[in-house]
């Protein structure tokens, strides 16, 4: 089922008229998805400027393997071919600690 569409066939996710609220019959693509959640960043006060589509699959990969889901399962939902891909984006071992910050010398 779709939200206000007529047919089952319908996006689930659909285009405004500018700023109208009028929904279209044109799916959101995802620079449309982007573009919204970087608007509600900045409207929350928080930095958008980095934020890309990769952002969200890269902190999906790092949580799922967080909770222990198989590097394999993971792989196949992102729609990796290959392992090496998914580790690409696994961020858990990218954590700023105190330990590396104190080695900076000035």
Same mark, same amino acid.
């Given at each position: 089922m779709s939200i206000g569409g007529d047919d089952a066939d319908s996006p689930l996710f659909r285009t405004a008229i500018r700023k109208t609220k009028r929904l279209t019959t044109e799916p959101m693509t995802g620079n449309d998805i982007l573009r919204m959640v970087k608007r509600c960043f900045t409207a929350a006060g928080l930095p958008a400027e980095r934020l890309t589509r990769h952002s969200f699959r890269a902190t999906t990969i790092t949580?799922?393997? *967080?909770?222990?889901?198989?590097?394999? *399962?993971?792989?196949?939902?992102?729609?990796?071919? &290959?392992?090496?891909?998914?580790?690409?984006? &696994?961020?858990?071992?990218?954590?700023?600690?105190r330990n590396i910050v104190e080695r900076i010398s000035i």
């Amino acid at each position: 089922m779709s939200i206000g569409g007529d047919d089952a066939d319908s996006p689930l996710f659909r285009t405004a008229i500018r700023k109208t609220k009028r929904l279209t019959t044109e799916p959101m693509t995802g620079n449309d998805i982007l573009r919204m959640v970087k608007r509600c960043f900045t409207a929350a006060g928080l930095p958008a400027e980095r934020l890309t589509r990769h952002s969200f699959r890269a902190t999906t990969i790092t949580n799922l393997l *967080d909770q222990g889901v198989p590097l394999e *399962d993971v792989q196949y939902l992102a729609g990796h071919a &290959d392992p090496r891909t998914t580790q690409l984006y &696994d961020r858990r071992k990218r954590q700023v600690t105190r330990n590396i910050v104190e080695r900076i010398s000035i």
